[in-house]
């Protein structure tokens, strides 16, 4: 299967209407197998899931997708992850390993840090 | 005794307006109770994060505020944008920033501070009729087609003809087009052909020079020399005399008019997008309306779906109706009873999306508590009884849509249940009770 994900830099970008570049990840079981980046900046936002569609992709993870996008790729049948942020390296290999959830912000997630408050008695 | 620190944490959190600080590297260093508020995420998720990644403006990367404000030295005050929530909603806004300095004077890092504008923005829609396109709510194939070409459309210079009943969005589609096309720095004229009288109608479109008529005392332009370099949105083309469809034809053959009392020709570099609630081919066997015209108009043709042709955006709707009179009335209306949705889910809506509208609006009025009941409803519907043929249940209408999501997503049930917006464990648990498992 194939994963698009826009980006900015090596980061996630936040919209998928504002990104330049997207990554296109091919992957095979758990393996990540091959990967391009494509430039979508001549695109109107709304063509982003046409051109997509004919490279194969089905699926995108994404942060901010406008909502008639979404409904754009679903015509294609292309699933979309929104609300991820974070590193497309570790984004990707958080998704080959944990799985992403939709909206779970950073990404992999921040390990809740808890205070030492002493000992009680 | 207080700290200096939580102090000024209190002081920040009693702040009506959202602030934020970054550093030089736009990771988020502060963020108030209002930013909390505003999108959704807790302090604990945004502090440390790049302010583009939370925030995800319609500006960021190329002209961001702050960072204009961080290299200029200069303060922004009150600029509008969009940013998306937690949730993936866009919510308006209205920033203004500034930088922070040490005691050396050195730059540390940014401040800005923004409101929500979604409930002016909402009223100021209303007033000034500016929606756009993004303000068609559906999840019906034919309307996301419709999404899906419009960029294709508007690059073209062809004539636009969109038919739909009244209340369907033709306007919101007519200035979609405008606007992702090359001419969307020009103009777009709107002109309702089926509120003026002929002889005005044919001084509106091509204007009149002076002495034309009594009353002409100095040249008007028309719509069409207003138009110039941009778009006119003719609605109601289907009402407009045959003597203007003949004027009509030649601007759209040759590009070219003369106004009235006039005899030199005027050119036209205009964008003709029409519309109509009307069924032109059939206007056009009954010889009301120039067979050549309607050649020319409908080159590109899109029809917009009634309302009751896409029942499965009326829950959506309701949704985002009941959303906006919220803001707009600061009530706490939850949904609507499980009769009166399908009283809404049965009834024709003749008057389409904007019958829908003024129903919730209605029932805003009466409604005192959490939930819309059959007493707040217009009495036309009160007294409407559903039509045998068409009268189902909320379980049937429930059962059609997960079976129809089940079969879009290929029987996966994680992908439906992420569709549906439910837990993967109700999903199963609806589709046992249905007797599907």
Known sequence: MKVAIPINGDRIAPRLSLAKEVVVAELKGRREVGRERLNISGLYPMEIPDFLASKGVTKVIAAGVDWYLQEIFRLHNIDVTWGIMGNVDEVLNFYLTEGLQMGMGLCPPRRSRRRFRGFHF | ?437
């Open chain 2, 1 to 437: 005794m207080v700290r200096e620190k939580d102090y000024f944490n209190i002081i920040l959190d009693s702040i009506a307006d959202g602030v934020f600080t970054v550093d030089k590297q736009w990771r988020i260093t502060t963020f108030n109770k209002a930013a909390e508020r505003i999108t959704g995420f807790t302090r604990e998720e945004a502090i440390g994060q790049y302010c583009y990644e939370i925030f995800r403006t319609n500006v960021c990367l190329e002209r961001c505020a702050l960072r204009e404000t961080m290299q200029s030295g200069q303060d922004i005050i009150n600029k509008e944008l969009n940013i998306l929530d937690k949730y993936n909603r866009e919510i308006p806004v209205s920033i203004s920033t500034a930088v922070l300095r040490d005691e050396k004077g050195e730059i540390i890092g940014g401040v800005e501070t923004f409101r929500d504008l979604s409930l002016i923005k909402e009223l100021d829609k209303e007033i000034h009729e500016k929606y756009s396109f993004q303000d068609i709510i559906s999840k019906h194939p034919s309307i996301v087609n419709i999404f899906r070409i419009l960029p294709d459309i508007a690059r073209s210079e062809a004539t636009v003809l969109i038919q739909g009943e009244s209340g369907t969005g033709k306007e919101l589609i007519a200035q979609a087009i405008h606007n992702l096309s090359p001419r969307k720095d020009g103009p777009l004229v709107k002109v309702n052909c089926g509120a003026l009288p002929e002889t005005l109608l044919e001084s509106e479109l091509f204007g009149y020079l002076r002495g034309a008529f009594t009353d002409a005392k100095r040249d008007k332009p028309g719509r069409f020399k207003l138009a110039e370099g941009g778009t006119i949105f003719l609605d109601e083309i289907g009402d407009i005399p045959a003597g203007i469809q003949a004027k009509l034809l030649r601007v759209l053959e040759n590009k070219e008019y003369e106004p009235l009392g006039g005899t030199s020709t005027i050119k036209a570099d205009v964008r003709v997008v029409t519309a109509t609630n009307k069924d032109l081919e059939r206007l056009v066997k009954l010889g009301q309306f120039r067979e050549d015209l309607y050649y020319r108009l409908n080159v590109v043709k899109i029809e917009l779906p009634s309302l009751r042709e896409r029942r499965m955006d009326i829950p959506l709707l309701i949704e985002h109706f009941i959303e906006r009179f919220n803001k707009k009335t600061g009530k706490e209306i939850r949904g609507v009873s499980d009769e009166v949705m399908k009283i809404l889910l049965n009834h024709p809506y003749p008057g389409n999306i904007r019958e829908l509208e003024n129903i919730i609006e209605h029932a805003f009025i009466l409604c005192k508590g959490p939930q819309i009941q059959w007493e707040h409803l217009p009495s036309y519907l009160r007294n409407q009884k559903p039509s045998t043929t068409e009268r189902r249940s909320i379980r049937e209408i429930e059962k059609e849509h997960i079976i129809n999501t089940l079969q879009r997503c290929s029987g996966n049930m994680t992908k439906a249940a992420q569709e549906l917006g439910i837990h993967r464990t109700t999903l199963w648990r609806k589709l046992k009770k249905m007797g599907s498992i």
